[in-house]
């Protein structure tokens, strides 16, 4: 029987420590990142960015382009991001006053 390793790559790492801090009522966004000191309605703002320029590749998708279903996925991953990081900030930001 094999003896399975468990590796903990430097991502899954900063998973854990932002739901630590989530958890603890701290705001995971790094405050040195570009996220730090935005507001609210712009990252907002970007997310919807993000989208708007995601229509044509939606498009080319239910057109039966396979490549653009691909982009597609990519820029709802990052969105999907920016949403965590938006609740991160409004949470933090509501705890802070």
């Known amino acids: 029987m094999k003896e399975k390793r468990v590796l903990f790559s430097p991502s899954l790492v ?24 935005m507001s609210v309605r712009e ?8 989208l708007t320029e995601a229509l044509s590749d939606a498009e ?12 597609i996925r990519k820029v ?4 999907k991001g920016l949403a965590q990081d938006i609740r991160l900030k409004v949470q933090g930001d509501k705890n802070s006053r």
């Not at 080319?60 to 982009?71: M, P, V, Y």
């Not at 709802?76 to 969105?79: A, D, H, I, K, R």
């Open 76 to 79: 709802m991953q990052s969105c």
């Open 14 to 37: 900063q998973i854990s420590l932002q739901a630590t801090k989530q958890f603890s009522g701290e705001t995971a966004i790094n405050p040195n990142s570009p996220l730090g000191d």
């Open 60 to 71: 080319k998708h239910d057109s039966g382009n396979n490549a653009a279903g691909t982009r």
């Open 43 to 50: 990252m907002v703002q970007d997310m919807i960015n993000e």
